[in-house]
């Protein structure tokens, strides 16, 4: 028999996730089976069916629409909506969160989101933004699944007058999450993840239009062709509209840098494939191969 004394006291004593979908469930089920993360768990969302879905999945202690009414005695609340409404949720909690509680978002942008929240914050509550550098193309509850962390980034954006104490606690969040965790700051994650996930998104929904475009243009029947190749594009292209809209517009000026670049790039392979430039194509490929042998290495260590 073991004693219930031996159990590590958890990180905190309640917290209270708003928005359980894909990453706040996934947040919740870990808590939920490991214990370590909080006492008590709470989620909030404005949707009623979800809420009912997060109670019939047993993730959490409480489930409420009530945002303010949850957090007034959190000690940690997690922001997990799109992030065009993260500045009215946080409008909403910051006003009822109990001195020294901190607050935390995963928002998959990090300028336009610490932008949003700014206005509202008071100095008794600490705010340490992060985003989570783990997903699947599903959205709302039951996309949530207790190993979506394992071995994934958690990049932290501090900001300047983030406590080095409320840093070290959301690291321990992920950490026992099962990610690994790095700062940096707003701007350069914003750049990161404008190349590493805004812009593949950006250009699997467009080729997913362009032959959908074509089928109608032809009525044939491109798409029943579609192989491996074009299948994972529609796996990103899957990905939910109102998140991915969000990110975009929110992302705006990066975005649109990486998005030049690549069309400066994609415009030089054309220019190889119509003179025949064996060497500048197989040079291209090799180096994308290679990206995906890192990066297979990587996952595995
Ligand atoms: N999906 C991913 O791969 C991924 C990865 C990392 C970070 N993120 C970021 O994390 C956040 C959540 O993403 P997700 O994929 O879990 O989205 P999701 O659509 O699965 O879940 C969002 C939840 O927020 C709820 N919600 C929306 N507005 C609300 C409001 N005003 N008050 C309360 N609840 C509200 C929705 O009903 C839903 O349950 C987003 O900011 C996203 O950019 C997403
Ligand atoms: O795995 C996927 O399907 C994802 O889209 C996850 C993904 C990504 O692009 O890598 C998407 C958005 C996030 O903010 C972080 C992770």
């Not at 690291?171 to 993840?193: K, Q, S, Y």
């Not at 119509?274 to 260590?301: C, K």
Request: glycine fraction near 6%; proline fraction near 6%; aromatic fraction near 6%.
């Amino acid at each position: 028999m073991t004693d219930s004394s031996d159990a590590p006291t958890p990180l905190f004593d309640k917290l209270v996730v708003i928005g359980p979908g894909l990453i706040g469930a996934s947040v919740l089920h870990r808590a939920r089976r490991d214990k370590t993360i909080a006492r008590q768990l709470v989620a909030v969302d404005i949707n009623p069916a979800f809420r009912e879905r997060v109670r019939e999945l047993r993730i959490a202690d409480e489930v409420t629409g009530d945002a303010a009414a949850a957090v007034a005695d959190a000690d940690c609340v997690l922001l997990c909506v799109p992030v065009g409404a993260m500045g009215e949720v946080a409008a909403t909690v910051i006003p009822a969160m109990k001195p020294g509680a901190i607050l935390t978002d995963t928002g998959s942008t990090k300028v336009a989101v610490i932008e949003a929240i700014s206005p509202f914050l008071r100095p008794d509550i600490p705010y340490v933004p992060a985003h989570p550098m783990a997903g699947t193309e599903y959205s709302g509850p039951d996309a949530g699944f207790a190993t979506l962390f394992d071995n994934r980034w958690c990049l932290l954006t501090p900001l300047p007058d983030s406590s080095s104490e409320s840093v070290e606690t959301i690291t321990a969040l992920w950490r026992l999450c099962g990610a690994r965790t790095r700062d940096m700051t707003p701007e350069h994650h914003d750049r990161v993840c404008a190349i590493v996930s805004h812009l593949p998104h950006l250009l699997a929904f467009t080729i997913c239009g362009t032959a959908d475009d074509l089928a109608d243009e032809t009525r044939s029947e491109v798409l029943e062709f579609a192989a491996s190749g074009f299948r994972d594009f529609t796996r990103i292209a899957a990905s939910d509209p109102i998140m991915w809209r969000d990110i975009f517009l929110s992302n705006r000026e990066a975005i649109l840098e990486m998005l030049s670049r690549f069309l400066e790039d994609a415009q030089a392979m054309a220019r190889a494939i119509r003179w025949g430039d064996s060497d500048y194509i197989v040079d291209r490929i090799e180096r994308g191969r290679s990206i995906r042998r890192s990066l297979l290495e990587n996952r595995q260590a």
